[in-house]
Nanobody, 116 residues
């Protein structure tokens, strides 16, 4: 049974930090690229950050470059998203996605709210 379980979301003040985790099981994690998406209320889902299967390459949305860092630990089957200097516009549900070989898996999402 494939599972992607996100954690680490919550309420944080502007300028604060959060670290999201996504624990994977039920598939060969290190064969899959991993992506964090987010969807704000009333908006389309957007790609936030991506990392290749071996972790050698990353990509970021322009809106988060220099503030967010994606990483993975293939020994723990986990991908992370370190979010610093958070802004109110970062408020969204954050989703973990695994894709590879034409297969796509999704987590259930974790809410991040940036507000004073």
């Amino acid at each position: 049974q494939v599972q992607l379980v996100e954690s680490g979301g919550g309420l944080v003040q502007p300028g604060g930090s959060l670290r999201l985790s996504c624990a994977a099981s039920g598939f060969t994690f290190d064969n899959f690229a991993m992506v964090w998406y987010r969807q704000a209320s009333g908006k389309e889902r957007e790609l936030v950050a991506a990392i290749t299967a071996a972790g050698g390459s990353t990509n970021y949305a322009d809106s988060v470059k220099g503030r967010f860092t994606i990483s993975r630990d293939n020994a723990k089957n986990t991908v992370y998203l370190q979010m610093n200097s958070l802004k109110p516009e970062d408020t969204a549900v954050y989703y973990c996605n695994a894709f590879g070989g034409g297969i796509d898996y999704w987590g259930q999402g974790t809410q991040v709210t940036v507000s004073s």
